[in-house]
């Protein structure tokens, strides 16, 4: 074999050569396939314009965003626990959860025979306390007593909904708005006002996918989650906490999931514990459709964002045009199949290699992933 047939090859963890795409080449199927997510958001607005000479404008722009604000911190959350190899379908009980908490301290809490109504702020930080610990729950049900994540997370689900319905005995807090007079007012601020044009909850999206993207990519919690997902046998034998970062990872998305049901609450005045249903479905679906794995290690808050943006944009284009809910249904479900076949080809290769033995092959696509062993030598470096 000659240099230069040397140089179009690459041998995979199994020890076998394929070809590959020289550096100088365009691979137009890989390019579809990988930026699926960008291209399919493209298409839906295209697509919608034409449709409906209202759907590219500004406003309306905005007002879906607004939307999409919701799944996307709730997908951020959702990926962080995919990363690791995990999953969590507690996220929309948390989400509804975190609002029925809000609603009640919003409402007044009763204390040696008077009723105090807590500040704002006060009400928000206990919420996110409340969506964390929920999120501490599974990781020490997954990490420290070995229950299957599936199972953990949806035994969750359960639980929480459960226990805000027995708080509101069924029921919606209404007219969340607050009191002037009882110095809770400005709940209804995350949902309606606006800060440079923009919604706050775009603005608290936008801030959470900066921290999380820097979190994933500059630190070493961020390193130990790639390597743990990727890997977790062989992460741990390098000496990452494993125990440690599967629960970090499911406290950090409780805690987005309280974030989301926050903005919700606040969008509509009020906190329902029925709330977030079935939004855990739509969290891991903006996931596959933004790329990653769920067999965890690959994955990227870029591509998370646009998975949201897909699915927002798709479901409110479809009310704009005057689809039914029905086929609304059909037409998302048809997009989450359709990803989700997209992805299975993506990785096969990986997975491939994963039921070998081997772990990830060179055929996964470079998203920013460190190895084991950039792991470990942050580790000993700090």
Not at 271 to 281: D, I, V
């Amino acid at each position: 074999m000659t240099a230069t047939e040397r140089d179009t090859m690459t041998t995979t963890s199994t020890g076998r050569r394929r070809p590959t795409t020289s550096g100088n080449g365009f691979d137009l199927g890989r390019l579809l396939l990988q930026g699926r997510a960008f291209f399919a958001l493209i298409a839906i607005i295209v697509v919608f314009s034409i449709l409906s000479p209202n759907y590219f404008t500004v406003g309306n722009l905005l007002t879906m965003a607004s939307h999409v604000a919701v799944y996307a911190i709730l997908s951020i959350g959702m990926l962080i626990v995919i990363l690791n190899g995990g999953i969590d379908l507690s996220v929309g009980s948390t989400l509804g959860f975190s609002g029925v908490i809000a609603g009640a301290l919003m409402k007044g809490v009763v204390i040696g025979g008077a009723t105090l109504y807590p500040k704002v702020w006060v009400v928000v930080i206990i919420a996110c306390a409340v969506g964390a610990f929920i999120g501490f729950v599974n990781g020490v049900l997954v990490s420290r007593f070995k229950v299957a994540p599936f199972v953990a997370t949806l035994g969750m689900l359960y639980v929480v909904r459960g226990i805000g319905l027995l708080m509101t005995n069924g029921l919606t807090y209404n007219n969340l708005e607050g009191n002037a007079a009882l110095g809770n007012t400005g709940f209804d601020w995350l949902g309606f006002n606006r800060l440079l044009g923009l919604p706050i909850g775009v603005i608290v999206m936008i801030v959470v996918a900066i921290v999380a993207s820097l979190l994933l990519n500059r630190t070493v919690f961020g390193r130990w989650l790639y390597a743990s997902g990727g890997n977790e046998r062989a992460a741990e034998l390098s000496g990452v906490p494993v125990r440690q970062v599967k629960i970090r990872a499911y406290v950090i998305s409780g805690l987005c999931a309280a974030i989301a049901g926050l903005i919700l609450s606040s969008e509509l005045t009020s906190a329902s514990p029925t709330a977030g249903n079935s939004y855990e479905l739509t969290a891991i679906a903006a996931v596959v459709i933004g790329g990653a794995a769920l067999s965890g290690g690959v994955g990227n808050i870029r591509g998370t964002l646009l998975g949201a943006f897909v699915i927002g944009f798709l479901s409110d284009g479809l009310v704009i045009i005057g689809v039914s809910a029905y086929w609304q249904t059909v037409f998302t479900g048809a997009v989450i199949v359709f990803a989700v076949l997209l992805n299975a080809v993506q990785y096969r290769g990986r997975a491939r290699s994963r039921r070998n033995g081997d772990g990830p092959t060179s055929s996964s696509p470079a998203v920013d992933t460190p190895a084991p062993s950039a792991a470990v030598t942050e580790k000993t470096a700090g």
